[in-house]
C-alpha cells in the first residue's frame, strides 16, 4: 500500500465520513432521549424507558444480519456489475425484514411478559418499560425494513443519501420528542411513539429515494418505472425463492445471526443487572450505554467504508486493493479512537451533566469515566474488523470470535468480578470488546491475507 497516496484515503472518506455523521445521529438522539427523561423528577422514567428501549433494540440489533449481509452481498454484485443480483439481495431482504416484524407484532403479549420477566426492576421500572414497549413493537416492520433499505443503499455507494436519510428522520425523532415529552408531558409514552413515527417516516423516505434513483438510472417516467419493476419482478420471482440462492443467503445470516445474539446477550445482561442493582444504577448505565454507542457508531462509519469497499474488491477479486483498503482503515480507526477517548477524558463531567441533573445519578455516573476513556481504545479494532468480514462475507469466523468473546471472557469475568458490582460488569465488558477484536485481527493475518480470492 502506498499510505501517502491522498486518492486511498480519499475514496475511503467519501464514504466513511457521511457515515460517521449519519451514525453519530442513532446515539445522539439516545442521549436526547435519556436527557428529556434524565430531567425529569424521578430516575425510575430514564430506568424504565431504557429497559423498554433494550426489549425492543434486542430484536432490531438481533437482526443486524439483515443491514450486514445486505451491504456485503450488494457491494459484492456491484463489484460483479450484477444489477439483477442486487435487486434480488433487496427484495429477499425485504421479504424477511416484513415476516419478522409482522410475526413480533402477533406475538407481543408473550415476548413482553416473558423479557419484562427477565428484567426484573422495581414496579415503576417494570410499569414504564412495558408502556415503552407497547407502543414500540407496532415499529418493528418498518424498523427492520430500514436495515435493508440502508444497507443496499450503503452496498451501492450512496453513503450521502443513508446520511440524509438518518438525519431527517433523527431530527424528526428529535423534535416529537421534545414535543410529545415536555410538550404534551406524555413521558414515557411520548419517547416511543416519537421513535414509532419516525422509522415509519424512515423507511417511506428510504423506499421513495430507491424508486426516484431508479428512475433517473432508466430516464423514465414513474409510469414506465413501475410498468419495467413489475416486469422484472415477474421474471425473477423464480431467482427469489430458487431453494440454493435461499439456502445460502440464510446459511450466511444464520452466522451473523448468531453473532449478534452473543453480542445481545452482553448488552441485555449489563441492562437487566443494573436493574438488579436499583434504579441509579440502570440510570448510570442507560447514560453510560448512550456513550458507548456514540463510540461505536463513530467508528462504525470507518467500518461501514470498510465494508463496501473491501466487498468491491473482493468482488472485483483483487486482493491488493482489498489489503490496502484494511491497512488504511486500521490507521485511521486508531486516530478516531484516540480523540474519543481524550474527548471523555477532557469533558467527560460536563458531558454527564449535560444528561441529567438528579445529584444521585450524576454522581454515581462520574465513577464510570475512566471505562468511558479506556472504551474506545479496547473496542475499536473490533468494530473495524467487524466491518472488513461484512465485506468479505466471511460470517461463521465472525460467529466464532464472538461466541469465545462472549462466552470466553465475558461471562466467567464477570462472574470473577461480580463482588465489583457494577465495575466488575464494565470490566468485564471491557475486556470482550478487546478480545473481540483480537481474534478477529489474528484470524484475518493468520487466515484471510494469505489467501488468494476465489470469490
Not at 417494570?126 to 414497549?133: E, G, L, N, R, W
Not at 416511543?192 to 417516467?221: C, D, P, R, V, W
Not at 477532557?346 to 454515581?364: E, K, Q, R, Y
Request: charged content about 10%; glycine content about 8%.
Amino acid at each position: 500500500m502506498n499510505f501517502y497516496n491522498l486518492s486511498q484515503h480519499k475514496q475511503l472518506f467519501i464514504i466513511a465520513l457521511p457515515m460517521i455523521f449519519s451514525n453519530i445521529t442513532v446515539p445522539l438522539l439516545g442521549l436526547v432521549d435519556s436527557a428529556v427523561l434524565g430531567h425529569l423528577d424521578q430516575a425510575y422514567y430514564l430506568g424504565g424507558s431504557t429497559v423498554g428501549a433494550m426489549i425492543i433494540t434486542f430484536v432490531t440489533w438481533l437482526c443486524g444480519f439483515l443491514r450486514m449481509s445486505t451491504t456485503g452481498l450488494t457491494a459484492q454484485a456491484l463489484g460483479r456489475q450484477n444489477s439483477r443480483q442486487s435487486l434480488l439481495v433487496l427484495l429477499r431482504g425485504l421479504l424477511v425484514a416484513g415476516c419478522i416484524g409482522g410475526t413480533l407484532i402477533l406475538l407481543q403479549s408473550f415476548y413482553l411478559t416473558f423479557s419484562l420477566g427477565l428484567a426484573g426492576g422495581s414496579a415503576e421500572i417494570q410499569f414504564y418499560a412495558q408502556q415503552y414497549v407497547a407502543i414500540r413493537i407496532w415499529g418493528l416492520p418498518a424498523a427492520l425494513s430500514n436495515l435493508v433499505i440502508l444497507g443496499w443503499l450503503l452496498g451501492n455507494h450512496k453513503a450521502k443519501a443513508v446520511m440524509w436519510i438518518l438525519i431527517v428522520t433523527n431530527l424528526m425523532n428529535l423534535s416529537l420528542d421534545l414535543l410529545f415529552v415536555l410538550g404534551f408531558n406524555w413521558q414515557v409514552q411520548g419517547v416511543a411513539l416519537a421513535t414509532l413515527i419516525a422509522e415509519y417516516s424512515g423507511m417511506i423516505i428510504g423506499l421513495s429515494y430507491i424508486i426516484f434513483m431508479k428512475k433517473n438510472n432508466y430516464q423514465q417516467s414513474l409510469k414506465q418505472l413501475f410498468q419495467r419493476i413489475g416486469q422484472q419482478l415477474r421474471h425473477i420471482k423464480k431467482d427469489l425463492f430458487e431453494r440454493s440462492a435461499l439456502a445460502h443467503y440464510f446459511k450466511l445470516n444464520r452466522d451473523i445471526l448468531i453473532r449478534t445474539l452473543c453480542l445481545e446477550l452482553c448488552f441485555v445482561f449489563i441492562t437487566f443487572q443494573g436493574a438488579r442493582l436499583g434504579d441509579d444504577v440502570i440510570a448510570t448505565n442507560a447514560i453510560l450505554m448512550n456513550f458507548v454507542l456514540l463510540i461505536s457508531f463513530g467508528l462504525d462509519g470507518i467500518a461501514n467504508a470498510t465494508e463496501v469497499l473491501v466487498g468491491k474488491a473482493q468482488g472485483q477479486q483483487d486482493r491488493k486493493q482489498r489489503s490496502s483498503v484494511v491497512q488504511l482503515a486500521l490507521f485511521w480507526t486508531g486516530i478516531f479512537a484516540l480523540m474519543y477517548s481524550l474527548l471523555f477524558a477532557l469533558a467527560g463531567d460536563f458531558l454527564i451533566s449535560l444528561i441529567t441533573n438528579i445529584p444521585a445519578v450524576v454522581a454515581s455516573t462520574k465513577q464510570y469515566i475512566h471505562w468511558l476513556i479506556l472504551l474506545p481504545i479496547l473496542g475499536c479494532w473490533c468494530y473495524l474488523f467487524d466491518g472488513v468480514f461484512v465485506g468479505l462475507m466471511r460470517a461463521k469466523a465472525m460467529r466464532n470470535s464472538m461466541i469465545v468473546a462472549t462466552f470466553g471472557c465475558f461471562f466467567p469475568l464477570w462472574w470473577l468480578l461480580k463482588d465489583f458490582g457494577n465495575h466488575g460488569l464494565w470490566a468485564a465488558f471491557s475486556v470482550f470488546l478487546l478480545v473481540r477484536g483480537l481474534t478477529l485481527a489474528w484470524y484475518y493475518y493468520r487466515v484471510i491475507a494469505k489467501q488468494t480470492i476465489t470469490d
